[in-house]
């Protein structure tokens, strides 16, 4: 629908659509809204959620700076406290691999929480509900958010998490797993964006690592971007997808949120936080949302 009728659409709509048809790596400017040539997304993007912008500041790029410079003083405490024996390098290994798991199994359910409870309003936490919501309008902008721009938030929630291991943790075990689990947590934005991106815009490595599943790849995401929007959360591995999805883990949850506070799963009520902003760029209304073929209910039990 965003390709088609193209003249109908605005100007902003039709250069997002242009610049999103082109490899990334080939940095070829645009024409903005203003009708100069730019290579600045927000300069011919309006974000749908009101001061959002796709740069990376000086200020983000601090924030993740400074959180990759703990976990990796974190990681260097962790191997000088290690004894190098046979035993101690596959422990280390084990704990390596869980921490990385449990990055996946902790990004979903922070997606799962972002996508389905809460508003704007809602403190600490409402600039990324909006977000998330607008990621779901319209996904292909996270490909043209740089790095800093895209993780500095993840990176300043982990970093007390980071300097209290620093602190208080000598356990050389739980520090490699900390140190993997927060850097993983920390990229997983930046590798949800991947999963949205061509190939042609990623690295040749990034592609291989998709293909191997050792990152989740375009194919397991897209799983997720279809209303209304109840499973494949995970955004890491997406290794914890299959199991979560099958056993109802999620639908479990919200049935537990609604016991506790009456609160319905946007997954249930299909609820558009951005659907009048995204129609006032002039882009369809999405139609009924459904679960499966048959229409959403109340805990995912259907009609």
Request: aromatic residues 10%.
């Amino acid at each position: 629908d965003i390709l088609e009728g193209r003249s109908s659409r605005p100007r902003a709509v039709v250069g997002l659509t242009r610049l999103c048809a082109q490899s990334a790596t080939e940095k070829r400017p645009v024409t903005g809204v203003d009708g100069r040539e730019t290579m600045k997304a927000t300069d011919y993007y309006k974000p749908l959620v009101e001061g959002d912008i796709l740069e990376s500041s000086p200020e983000q790029v601090t924030v993740v700076a400074g959180a990759f410079f703990l976990l990796a003083a974190l990681c260097t405490k962790g191997v000088y406290l290690l004894g190098v024996n046979d035993g101690s390098i596959l422990l280390a290994a084990v704990a390596a691999l869980v921490g990385y798991e449990f990055a996946d199994f902790g990004s979903g359910v922070y997606h799962w929480s972002m996508d389905n409870y809460g508003s704007s309003k809602t403190p600490v936490f409402g600039t990324q509900i909006e977000a998330f919501q607008g990621h779901h309008e319209l996904p292909w902008t996270i490909t043209y958010r740089q790095v800093c721009n895209n993780i500095y938030k993840i990176c300043q929630a982990t970093t007390p998490f980071c300097v209290a291991a620093l602190a208080l943790i000598n356990n050389p075990y739980v520090l490699i797993w900390m140190t993997t689990a927060l850097a993983f947590i920390n990229m997983s934005q930046e590798l949800h964006k991947w999963s949205h991106s061509s190939p042609a815009q990623c690295h040749p490595a990034i592609n291989q690592l998709q293909d191997l599943g050792i990152i989740v790849s375009r194919k397991e995401h897209l799983l997720h971007h279809r209303a209304p929007f109840e499973g494949n959360y995970c955004i890491v591995s997406g290794h914890c997808n299959p199991f979560l999805d099958k056993v109802g883990f999620f639908r479990w949850m919200e049935e537990r949120v609604h016991d506790i506070n009456g609160a319905e799963a946007r997954c249930w009520t299909n609820e558009r936080l951005l659907g009048d902003t995204i129609e006032s760029l002039g882009i369809k209304k999405t139609t009924t949302l459904t679960r499966g073929t048959k229409t959403a209910t109340r805990g995912g039990a259907s009609e």
